[in-house]
């Protein structure tokens, strides 16, 4: 991989990372539209520049973190289910990793999106959860296991919590900061162990790590960046408009794409 094609990746995590798009999915496709191969190596990039966007959700929530010990123990329960069934998927998971699954399930989650938030508009609708620390162990434990479906590609583990979050009674906010902060125990394992199940790929591309740092650290830039606009965003406007953009993106792929399908 060359550093053109690092810096892209790495935008396009820290872009789509926490964003209800599928970061996996919208890495996959770029790869595949720069004639990359997703070899074993490339999907261990595609996992371990995850770190540089984790790194940045601490860093905006660092205050929040250290103040307030519940949230961890909802951040545990949260992170149990996908650390159960992802440990023993771990294969299957990455038998996925390819571009027709990710535009099917874009499309599938565009519609979900839309059909939550126009069921979520009704006049007579309220949520019940209107501030992160009122969010309850068993709302925590459902949006968790939730996570499970975006180990498929294309799903997005943020369309899903939040999604899960909003038919948990959380209103998008607070949904969207549960589903950003969930991801420091999800991302940090997922990318920790996908580097120990590959360590070999780092011992004979010794030379190549760099590669894999500076696509962290451009995540970790764009990805700060995204957290605080994403948030302020979702204060004003609905989810409905990244329904939209999942289904006319895998309408594109599935119909202009080469070799997609």
């Known amino acids: 991989m060359d550093i053109i094609s690092a810096i892209i990746l790495g935008i396009v995590e820290g872009l789509t990372e926490f964003l209800?798009?599928?970061?996996?999915g919208h890495m996959i496709l770029t790869s595949h539209f720069l004639g990359l191969e997703q070899t074993q190596t490339l999907k261990c990039f595609e996992v371990v520049i995850q770190l540089g966007s984790i790194l940045a959700v601490v860093w905006a929530f660092k205050e929040r973190l250290?103040?307030?010990?519940?949230?961890?123990?909802?951040?545990?329960?949260?992170?149990?289910?996908?650390?159960?069934?992802?440990?023993?998927?771990?294969k299957h998971i990455k038998e996925l990793f390819d571009p027709n699954t990710v535009a099917y399930m874009?499309?599938?989650?565009?519609?979900?999106?839309i059909i939550v938030?126009?069921?979520?508009?009704?006049?007579?609708?309220?949520?019940?959860?209107?501030h992160l620390h009122n969010l309850s162990y068993k709302q925590a434990f459902i949006?968790?296991?939730?996570?499970c479906l975006a180990m498929i590609p294309g799903t997005s583990r943020?369309?899903?919590t939040i999604i899960t979050g909003l038919?948990?009674?959380?209103?998008?906010?607070?949904?969207?900061?549960?589903?950003?902060?969930?991801?420091?125990?999800?991302?940090?394992?997922?990318?920790?162990?996908?580097?120990?199940?590959n360590r070999d790929i780092f011992i004979t591309?010794?030379?190549?790590?760099?590669?894999?740092?500076?696509?962290?650290?451009?995540?970790?830039?764009?990805?700060?960046?995204?957290?605080?606009?994403?948030l302020h965003f979702v204060a004003k406007f609905s989810y409905i408009s990244f329904g939209v953009y999942r289904i006319i993106l895998g309408i594109i792929f599935l119909v202009f794409a080469p070799n997609v399908i």
């Open 66 to 90: 250290v103040s307030d010990f519940s949230l961890w123990i909802k951040l545990v329960i949260g992170f149990i289910p996908t650390a159960i069934i992802g440990f023993l998927a771990y």
């Open 205 to 230: 591309n010794l030379d190549q790590i760099w590669i894999f740092l500076l696509g962290s650290a451009v995540a970790f830039i764009v990805a700060l960046a995204i957290i605080k606009l994403f």
């Open 158 to 160: 943020s369309g899903a």
């Open 143 to 147: 949006i968790g296991l939730s996570q």
């Open 117 to 130: 938030e126009l069921f979520q508009k009704r006049p007579s609708y309220t949520p019940t959860t209107n």
């Open 106 to 113: 874009l499309i599938i989650g565009g519609i979900i999106f």
């Open 20 to 24: 209800p798009v599928s970061s996996t």
């Open 167 to 197: 038919l948990c009674g959380l209103n998008r906010e607070v949904a969207a900061r549960f589903s950003f902060l969930l991801a420091i125990p999800t991302m940090f394992a997922a990318a920790t162990y996908d580097s120990y199940k």
